[in-house]
């Protein structure tokens, strides 16, 4: 995929129509696919932590290996800092001209 920089064109020209984009169809085309990652992987990281629990508990202080509110705060720290890492190339995304970008490659 590659980085906001990288992928310069595709947003502006290729990803959504010549110059029909708009701001709003870009930010979510980026957020969203940033977005899909950070959901597999705290999915991915709540199913190893349901399973490797039972292990850990001797090393927990004061915190059951089931707690709702440290998984729950947990997940919504990580849905910001992934919607933060993907806001800011979908900034950048849209201040891209469609009508440079092609000539840019």
């Known amino acids: 995929m590659g980085t906001a920089g990288q992928r310069q064109s595709v947003p502006g020209a290729r990803g959504q129509g010549c110059t029909r984009s708009t701001p709003a169809g870009i930010y979510r085309l980026v957020m969203s696919q940033g977005l899909?990652?950070?959901?597999?992987?705290?999915?991915?990281?709540?199913?190893?932590?349901?399973?490797?629990?039972?292990?850990?508990?001797?090393?927990?202080?004061g915190v059951r290996p089931s707690?709702?509110?440290?998984?729950?705060?947990?997940?919504?720290c990580f849905l910001l800092m992934g919607a933060l890492t993907s806001y800011l190339p979908a900034r950048q995304a849209v201040k891209v001209d469609p009508m440079v970008a092609p000539r840019a490659e």
């Open 36 to 61: 899909i990652f950070v959901a597999a992987g705290i999915l991915l990281g709540l199913l190893l932590s349901f399973c490797s629990a039972g292990f850990v508990f001797r090393g927990l202080c």
């Open 67 to 76: 707690d709702p509110y440290v998984y729950s705060a947990v997940t919504v």
